[in-house]
């Protein structure tokens, strides 16, 4: 605030210099007048003229009131009469330029006016000349470079010092109880607080505080929260910084970071490192002879891995780290000694999901009709950050429509937004592919309402979403599932496979619209076949070894098979006799209940939404009649 407000007076001081300048040289223009060298030939014999200054180019000096008579007798500045008029008996000054005269000065004397001469380049003029614009020069280049060096880390000379954001108590502001959904995680920090408070109760009986936390979990799930809520519970500084801040396109800038970064800590101890993305600078070091890109990383990493077996953790330091891919770390960084707990955040179950949106409606006002319990069933496998999109999206929806409070009808509004897609009602379809719709989504509905472990239907609309989706059939889930069985994932194939078997038993032809249907349906039966042994003819083989990502749903290219063309082959036709099984019984399902497919479809089509409950009234409605 100081520098800020130096720079602020200094600036203010030039300014104020240049307004004298300004309003100096404003006041001598007024009064300075050019003259031709034909009129200062005569006003120098009617003695017009005193005080020369005579230079190299120019003859300067006061009009005297002869010669200002002579002036404006003659016309010769028509300004000049108004300034007298103006100014009284002012003395105006003039200016002319000098021209070739041999005799000029021997007229002055003869007049007995006086002059001086004035050299024009004097020897700070001239030392200006060249010094000035070098100045200027320099001034821009190092204007430039410091610009360049803000971009990588405040300077070149602070290029390696460490990036971390430094935070006190005050300013982290967040505790346990904005951190819902992940109890067992923060049991298990809690003890690290305890460890940061009252580190004697550990030492005296010969414990060691672990060097290193490592928070592992899916994208959202709230790590980074977890560590800003640890520095505020326990009330010690907090340095947090990002794998990516130590790379940086000179060779050893990130080894020098590192370093920077546990002095840091040092000063400030005790203390949290806490270090997001730590997969950035944590992979796995290469094997192969070739150096270059990877190889500043890796230096990184080395330096990183010194620093942590080097610091003393009685002072009270303890690095936490956050990563949604932790295969890919390096087996030396995960090891006991440098990160001892590795701690599972994952994805929140249903109480979790509940507590979680309690702590994001705090700040919205709620309806009545609004049933979080209900919100949670109906967002399974969503995560801490989605959650909050979701109550974000449904107060600007009851914004929108002007509402006082956010109701349950916006929040199931949002959640379709967030699921599905974005509504687009100006989206219109023939009659016919209507008609299509609505009977691929109801087949998906009846089977789904006829299989014994397939989740019940929540809701089944036929209103456009997305970039793609023509309709939907959403299910609700009845609570959370962590296995499935085989039968389970056959009836979630007949489930899918419905929305075709209904458009090829009505219009007697399938239509593009069950193309994600198939994708989804041969991804489940290949998976049954390959990777969980449920085929009879090949018994309990997996033939999946291809290295996925824990927490991540990424596309990889997938791995050399170990087996041979005969048992691929095989593979093929088991995978599809599992999907034909399943086709045909969702046909058998729909065939035997072709009325009630009519009929829930004509009613979709005037409606273009039905609820879960009104469809079931509508199927009980018909077994009875």
């Not at 295969?327 to 990160?339: C, H, N, S, T, V």
Request: glycine fraction near 8%; aromatic fraction near 6%.
């Amino acid at each position: 605030m100081k520098n800020n407000l130096r720079r602020f007076s200094i600036w203010y001081l030039v300014l104020f210099f240049l307004a004298i300048l300004v309003a100096q040289n404003y006041l001598e223009l007024r009064h300075l007048q050019n003259v031709s060298y034909s009129d200062f030939r005569q006003l120098i014999e009617l003695q017009g003229v005193r005080d020369l200054v005579i230079t190299t180019d120019i003859i300067t000096g006061k009009l005297t009131p002869a010669g200002v008579e002579f002036l404006i007798k003659n016309g010769r500045n028509p300004e000049l009469a108004a300034l007298m008029k103006q100014e009284g008996a002012v003395e105006p000054h003039f200016t002319t330029i000098r021209l070739e005269d041999k005799d000029l000065l021997s007229r002055l004397d003869a007049q007995g006016i006086a002059y001086t001469a004035r050299l024009d380049r004097t020897w700070l003029t001239s030392l200006l000349s060249w010094l000035l614009p070098m100045l200027i020069l320099i001034g821009v280049w190092v204007y430039f470079i410091r610009k360049l060096g803000a971009g990588a880390g405040g300077g070149l000379m602070s290029i390696g010092k460490s990036k971390a954001k430094f935070y006190v108590e005050d300013e982290t502001k967040v505790t346990f109880k904005d951190v819902a959904g992940v109890d067992e995680a923060i049991e298990e920090l809690r003890e690290i607080i305890e460890f940061l408070q009252n580190p004697g109760k550990f030492q005296s009986l010969g414990g060691k505080i672990p060097k290193g936390v490592l928070l592992v979990g899916p994208p959202g799930t709230g790590k980074t929260l977890l560590g800003r809520a640890v520095a505020g519970e326990a009330g010690v500084p907090f340095l947090s910084l990002t794998g990516s801040d130590f790379v940086e396109m000179f060779v050893g800038v990130g080894a020098a970071r590192v370093r920077d970064l546990f002095a840091q800590a040092e000063e400030k101890a005790p203390c949290i490192i806490f270090i997001d993305e730590l997969d950035a600078i944590g992979k796995a070091r290469s094997v192969s002879p070739i150096t270059g890109g990877h190889e500043e990383r890796e230096n990184t990493l080395n330096q990183l891995l010194s620093e942590m077996d080097g610091f003393d953790t009685r002072k009270g330091v303890i690095i936490m780290s956050a990563t949604n891919r932790p295969e890919i770390l390096d087996p030396a960084l995960i090891r006991p000694g440098r990160f001892d707990r590795q701690i599972l955040v994952d994805r929140p179950s249903l109480k979790g999901r509940e507590d979680i949106l309690k702590v994001h409606v705090r700040g919205v006002k709620l309806a009545e009709d609004v049933n979080l319990n209900t919100i949670a069933a109906r967002t399974p496998g969503m995560v801490g950050a989605d959650l909050a999109n979701i109550v974000n999206e449904a107060a600007l929806l009851a914004a929108r429509k002007n509402k006082s409070a956010v109701s349950m009808k916006d929040f199931e509004e949002a959640i379709d937004r967030v699921m599905a897609g974005l509504e687009k009602r100006n989206r219109v379809m023939n009659p016919r592919e209507k008609e299509i719709v609505a009977y691929h989504e109801t087949g998906h509905a009846l089977v789904a309402q006829s299989v014994p472990t397939a989740d019940p239907v929540h809701r089944v609309s036929i209103i456009p979403r997305g970039i793609g989706a023509l309709g939907y059939t959403l299910q609700l889930p009845t609570e959370d599932r962590y296995l499935m069985t085989k039968s389970e994932l056959e009836d979630r194939l007949a489930v899918l496979l419905g929305g075709r078997v209904a458009e090829e038993l009505v219009f007697q032809e399938a239509s593009t619209g069950a193309q994600n249907d198939l994708y989804r349906a041969t991804d489940i039966a290949r998976s049954m076949i390959r990777e969980y042994g449920m085929s009879e003819k090949l018994g309990p083989v997996t033939f999946e070894r291809e290295r996925r990502p824990l927490f991540l749903e990424a596309m990889m290219p997938p791995s050399a098979k170990d087996y041979s063309e005969a048992t691929a082959q095989e593979i093929d036709q088991e995978v599809t006799a599992l999907v034909r099984r399943a086709y045909d019984r969702a046909q058998n399902i729909l065939a035997g209940k072709r009325e009630v497919l009519d009929q829930v479809a004509k009613t979709l089509l005037e409606k273009e939404i039905l609820e879960g409950d009104e469809l079931r009234q509508l199927l009980a409605k018909t077994a009875a009649s």
